[in-house]
Structures are given as structure tokens and as C-alpha cells.
């Protein structure tokens, strides 16, 4: 499984950013998607995660209200569309496929439970 990352770019605060990940190559279903990021000396860390029809999601409480996964799996392709953006959201955004369709929250936050990453694209929000 492939996955390719676009969508980043430098946006000024309060500007809006959409973030796509294409999945290819031996996907299965019932798999969750997620995206990550990881700023400059921290630690890689959830953003959000979608359930395979999409009927459920997580959301870091820092994103909450702002930021909206989706995908559509025709497409094979996720969405992050990421709204009010903050200084603090600067980082490198990665894409991740985890191949179980667990939701359980414990879980969704650790990124050894993911299977399969994209490159990362960034993205720089300026004050």
C-alpha cells in the first residue's frame, strides 16, 4: 500500500488549508485512516482519524471545531480540510492507513498501530 500526501503549503493565521491522501496498490477494507503531525522537537501526534464508512471519527482537542477529516473510498482518498489555522498547527502532516477497523481511542492515538504512512507534506501557518 502507497500512500501519497498533498495539499500543504504556507497560509497565514486564520487561513484555510485542504490536505488530500491517496491510497493505492492492495488496499483492503474496513481499515481506519488517520492523519498525524509532528512540529520541530515534539512527538508525532494524532490529528484525527476517520472509521472506514466515515460514521465515526476522533479529533485531537486541539483541532476540534477547526479541522474535518472525510474520505471517499471510491476515491481511495482521505481529507483533512483544516480551517482557522493557528501558528501552532505548523508541522509535517502525515497520512496513515491502519488495516484493523478498530475505533477503540486508545488506540487510534498511537502510531505503531498504523500499517502503512505517506511521505508527509508541510504546513506553515505565519502570525
Known amino acids: 500500500v502507497q500512500l501519497q500526501a498533498s495539499g500543504g503549503g504556507l497560509v497565514r493565521a486564520g487561513g484555510s488549508l485542504r490536505l488530500s491522501c491517496a491510497a493505492s496498490g492492495g488496499i483492503y477494507s474496513n481499515n481506519v485512516m488517520g492523519w498525524f503531525r509532528q512540529a520541530p522537537g515534539k512527538e508525532r501526534e494524532l490529528v484525527a482519524s476517520?472509521?472506514?464508512?466515515?460514521?465515526?471519527?476522533f479529533y485531537a482537542d486541539s483541532v476540534k471545531g477547526r479541522f474535518t477529516i472525510s474520505r471517499d473510498n471510491a476515491k481511495n482518498t482521505v481529507y483533512l480540510q483544516m480551517n482557522s489555522l493557528k501558528p501552532e498547527d505548523t508541522a509535517v502532516y502525515y497520512c496513515?492507513?491502519?488495516?484493523?477497523?478498530?475505533?477503540?481511542?486508545?488506540?487510534?492515538?498511537?502510531?505503531?498501530?498504523?500499517?502503512?504512512w505517506g511521505q508527509g507534506t508541510l504546513v506553515t501557518v505565519s502570525s
Open positions: 476517520i472509521s472506514w464508512r466515515g460514521g465515526a471519527t
Open positions: 496513515a492507513l491502519r488495516s484493523s477497523h478498530s475505533f477503540a481511542k486508545s488506540s487510534l492515538q498511537v502510531p505503531d498501530e498504523y500499517d502503512y
